[in-house]
């Protein structure tokens, strides 16, 4: 096996059993995200779709509160996503804009009630990812020399923080 395929094989495990996003498995292997969404993409035509074991393997294998923490990180991305989209976007108005911005923020409201009455810890958990995802955006741009070190301390405490929130 060469040390790309054993690379791809690891960043695959990583996602699917570890739950680590494509932008920390991209620092980890030194590739950019571009080629992690590649490899994702590839893995899917040939029948591996990454983002469909990843669900299979949170529902067997973690419980609730792991799986409605999944749907709320797609959420969370999808709506910055929408954010991007609205604010980048000239050709909408502002009458556009807000009313955009209003079904964003009542689907945000039902979608973190929901969240909080299924797994009432998934809040909390939130909240420390946050905290510990602007501390590695920090490092990065402050200190770029530790990158390497605070990723490897955080990964393993994010784990960590999983596990107190969600048992």
Do not use: C
């Not at 996602?15 to 994702?40: L, Q, V």
């Not at 946050?130 to 402050?142: A, K």
């Not at 490897?152 to 107190?164: H, K, N, Q, Y």
Request: glycine share 6%.
């Amino acid at each position: 096996m060469s040390v790309r395929e054993d690379a791809r094989r690891k960043a695959r495990g990583d996602y699917i059993y570890r739950r680590m996003t494509g932008s920390t498995i991209s620092i980890a292997y030194g590739i950019s995200e571009a080629t992690f969404g590649r490899w994702k993409k590839a893995a899917k035509d040939e029948g591996d779709d990454w983002d469909k074991a990843r669900t299979a393997s949170v529902i067997a294998g973690e419980g609730i509160e792991t799986v409605v923490s999944s749907v709320v990180e797609d959420f969370m991305i999808m709506a910055q996503s929408l954010l991007d989209d609205i604010r980048d976007n000239p050709e909408l108005t502002t009458a556009a804009k807000v009313q955009h911005l209003v079904a964003l923020a009542d689907a945000m409201t039902k979608m973190t009630s929901a969240a909080r009455k299924l797994a009432p810890k998934i809040s909390e958990l939130g909240v420390a990812q946050d905290v510990m995802g602007h501390l590695l955006e920090f490092v990065r741009q402050n200190f770029p020399q530790h990158a390497a070190a605070i990723l490897e301390i955080i990964e393993p405490f994010g784990e960590r923080l999983a596990g107190l929130y969600t048992s």
